[in-house]
């Protein structure tokens, strides 16, 4: 199966700051797809960004930008200018191109202060 | 936009009892997946269905069976709770080919098991 890693199970991040949350993964596939996912308390798991490992463009979605390292599998997630909405469990997920399973990691909680 | 019902929020079990969850998408897509969520274990997938009728095992199939008579529903059984099935379960959905290559998830369904 495959693994993905997220080292940090709790961040905090000053509100207007930068942060980043790591994620590590293994796979011998060449043919993938990472993502972030964002779960704010009690409600429902919505999609960050998504980086398709062809592409060497790292993926930017406003605030939300991702550092991909291929060869060291290491997809982060930069967020910059925290807001207190920002303040969720953080997901890392990884998907085959010809597979339909999703692996996740164990999620990294940010808590964003005021 | 893609949107995934659960039958319930919250429910409460008592040891023994057959419990059913619902899983409702609304977008015509191929693949639903039943994950379970645990605190620092992230989300493991207990069963996935790619077509009506069709299921796969994933992580960890043990005390669970699921049910997908009709594309759009996803039900997960547990045939005889345990108390340490209490969880967080989660349902998703995800179209099997083509560009949109991400899950969408329902709310969540907290069981607690007496």
């Known amino acids: 199966a495959q693994t993905v890693t997220q080292s940090q199970p709790e961040m905090s991040v000053q509100e207007a700051e930068t942060v980043t949350l790591s994620c590590t993964y293994d796979?011998?596939?060449?043919?993938?797809?990472l993502f972030w996912y964002k779960q704010p308390p009690s409600r429902q798991m919505i999609l960050v960004i998504r980086?398709?490992?062809?592409?060497?463009q790292n993926a930017t979605e406003n605030r939300f930008s991702v550092n991909f390292q291929k060869a060291a599998k290491s997809f982060s997630l930069k967020i910059s200018d925290s807001q207190l909405g920002d303040a969720a469990m953080y997901f890392c997920a990884y998907k085959r191109g010809t597979g339909n399973q999703f692996y996740f990691g164990t999620g990294t909680s940010l808590t964003v202060i005021p | 936009d893609v949107k995934v019902t659960q039958s319930s929020r919250y429910l409460v079990k008592r040891t023994g009892e057959k419990v059913f969850l619902e899983c409702v998408q609304d977008?015509?897509?191929?693949?639903m997946f039943w994950y379970r969520q645990d605190p620092g274990l992230g989300l493991r997938l207990i069963y996935f269905s790619y077509d009506v009728k069709m299921k796969e095992k994933g992580d960890i199939p043990e005390g669970y069976s699921v049910s997908r008579e009709k594309k759009e529903r996803f039900s997960l059984i547990l045939e005889s709770a345990s108390t340490n099935q209490t969880s967080m379960y989660l349902c998703?959905?995800?179209?099997?080919?083509?560009?949109?290559?991400?899950?969408?998830f329902g709310p969540g369904t907290r069981l607690l098991v007496l």
């Open positions: 980086q398709e490992a062809y592409k060497q």
């Open positions: 998703a959905s995800s179209l099997q080919t083509g560009i949109q290559e991400t899950q969408y």
């Open positions: 796979t011998s596939e060449s043919d993938y797809y």
């Open positions: 977008m015509d897509h191929e693949n």
